[in-house]
């Protein structure tokens, strides 16, 4: 369970969801919900099992039993008579496991079972696989926490040098629609680079990192970058994004972590599709693109169901048109140097 999530969860109910006909099954989607349940608890998800045609569940409660149970008694009796089977619902506790379905002492003790949180097969198999299990969500929110101390003021100053030379070139040009067209190309460019570069196991230095992150926010070289998310680059994409959220300075990021987010949920990782997304509304709330997959998110939509109405870059092109001095709006706005915050005076 903890790589599938990718973290070992905690006060939570995890919904694991099989298809194929039992005894035999495979897995297809997997959902946690923090614990006590909220309001609108299990609603959702009895229509998305059903639309993603899973046959078979397993539901796992991680905390102590009055906080777990009253979640299991909602599985159990969300999915009776649903038609899907019900292979077992757990509470996990510690190194501890106990079933709600099964009564026999012989093989679910009232004790409880033991069982191996950080070893054994599965764990190592896992771990070829390169999957990992943060110990929990709040290392998975760390891991994308902002790069800080040598690393960051090295970003910072090639930020500043990026931002001057784009300033200047926009100060100094005489055909505004001609400079977006020349950005424009330059941009896309840099985006189909970057995810090769990154695909490869290489990384952008800083001033590649600073220039990608102002390009993002020209729509339409984000747009690109969107479209080109596919279940074969998506694993390029997740490093790509996740490194560009940790390292751009805040301004910069709502574009890079709402990419990152899609490119995670596009994967299946739902944790880290959130908290990037969460990123990117801390900094600027009213960020569309991050708005669009919170919701989408919130109400368990598969990836496909966005998939599916993604235009291709040549679509992209046929609707937008050739490119405007107004689509340089956002990065203008982004070029403006920051005002200092207030300075405290010692009294």
Known sequence: MPYLLGFHPADSLVLI???GEPPRGSVHLTV???????????????????????????AV??????????????????????????????????????????????CCPPSGTPYDREAGPIAAQATVHGLVALPDRAALERSLAPAGGAE?????RATARVAAELRGRIAGCADADGLAAELVADGVARVHAAIGTYASGGRLDDEEAARLGLDLAVIRIRDEAWTLITDDTCDAHVRLWRDLTRRLEPRFVPPAASLLG????RGGDCALAGIALVRAHDVDPGYSMAN??????????????????MPSPEELDQEMGGARAAWLLPMIVLLEEPRPGPVALAG
């Open 17 to 19: 969801g099989l298809k």
């Open 61 to 106: 409660g991680y905390g102590p039993g009055p906080l777990v149970t009253p979640a299991a008694d909602a599985v159990i009796e969300l999915l009776r008579g649903s038609g899907i089977a019900v292979l077992d619902v757990l509470r996990a506790e510690e190194d501890l496991y106990w079933s709600y379905l099964c009564s026999l002492a012989e």
């Open 32 to 58: 946690r919900w923090d614990l006590p349940l909220a309001a609108a608890g299990l609603s959702r998800i009895l229509p998305l099992l059903r639309k993603e045609e899973v046959t078979q569940v397993i």
């Open 262 to 265: 899609m490119a995670a949920w």
């Open 152 to 156: 960051r003021a090295s970003m910072r």
């Open 292 to 309: 669009l997959l919170m919701q989408a998110l919130r109400h368990l939509l598969p990836p496909h169901a966005l998939r599916e109405r």
